[in-house]
């Protein structure tokens, strides 16, 4: 076997083994991760047979790498939901702007880079409703993302009183924590499936690496016929398909 067959094999281990909770949640204390709990409250997926997927970006912007993100988008006609760290909004006003008129959505991140489930609820919505009105200026954002990817019962109570709705993912390469864009782009080929919501990240080397990582997906996804699109737009899809069930907040 080569190198890279075994190294394949290693990272899908090791995802697969963060999808079934290792390292990616702990319910024992009520605390909900990433790509586990599937709360019915939280958008992680929908279930489609149509060739959509949603593309959602954490911890935008940065005035470096999000325009090369934005370029690699364009290019490939796909749209994506930006989930905004609130205090990084000064001095990239423009671009945010950008984001908005390109097509994209913009998601409620919180305003600093951190796990909002160590927060207290009093401060939880409070940071919430500041980073809120901070986005209120560029787009009507109502998907939230936590810090971290963990919540519990409180938060999700918040988010519903402010109408936000919570959403995390199906396809998370665990791009934060690997510094190769290789990982990334082979996991989320092989992951890819109608009404996938994928989970990359912004700013400095892992914004550049989602740049590189998007350049070298996009156009396979391309060629098996996907369309990548934001959370409102896969929501609505799933509004379309049962009108019972919760889509866009």
Not at 66 to 84: D, M, N, S
Request: charged share 25%; aromatic share 8%.
């Amino acid at each position: 076997m080569t190198l890279r067959f075994l190294f394949a094999i290693a990272f899908a281990a090791v995802l697969f083994a963060a999808e079934r909770g290792g390292a990616l949640g702990d319910e024992d204390d009520g605390k909900l991760g990433l790509l586990r709990g599937r709360d019915p409250r939280v958008l992680y997926s929908v279930a489609t047979v149509e060739r959509v997927l949603a593309l959602t970006i954490d911890d935008a912007p940065d005035a470096e790498t999000t325009p090369e993100i934005l370029a690699v988008l364009k290019r490939h006609g796909a749209r994506a939901t930006f989930f905004v760290i609130a205090d990084q909004i000064a001095g990239n006003e423009s671009l945010l702007e950008r984001i908005v008129a390109e097509g994209h959505e913009l998601g409620n991140h919180m305003t600093r880079d951190e796990r909002s489930i160590e927060l207290s609820p009093d401060a939880f919505e409070r940071e919430l409703l500041r980073a809120g009105a901070m986005l209120a200026p560029f787009d009507a954002t109502r998907w939230f993302r936590p810090g971290s990817g963990y919540y519990d019962d409180e938060m999700l109570e918040i988010l519903a009183r402010h109408g936000y709705r919570c959403a995390l993912g199906s396809v998370y390469p665990i791009d934060a924590q690997l510094p190769w864009s290789a990982p990334a782009a082979y996991w989320i080929r092989w992951r890819a499936q109608p009404g996938a919501v994928i989970i990359l990240h912004d700013r400095g080397e892992r914004g550049r690496r989602t740049a590189k990582t998007l350049a070298e997906v996009l156009p396979t996804l391309g060629r098996k016929g996907f369309r990548v699109v934001t959370l409102t737009e896969l929501a609505a899809l799933r509004e379309r398909l049962d009108p019972k069930t919760p889509g866009t907040p």
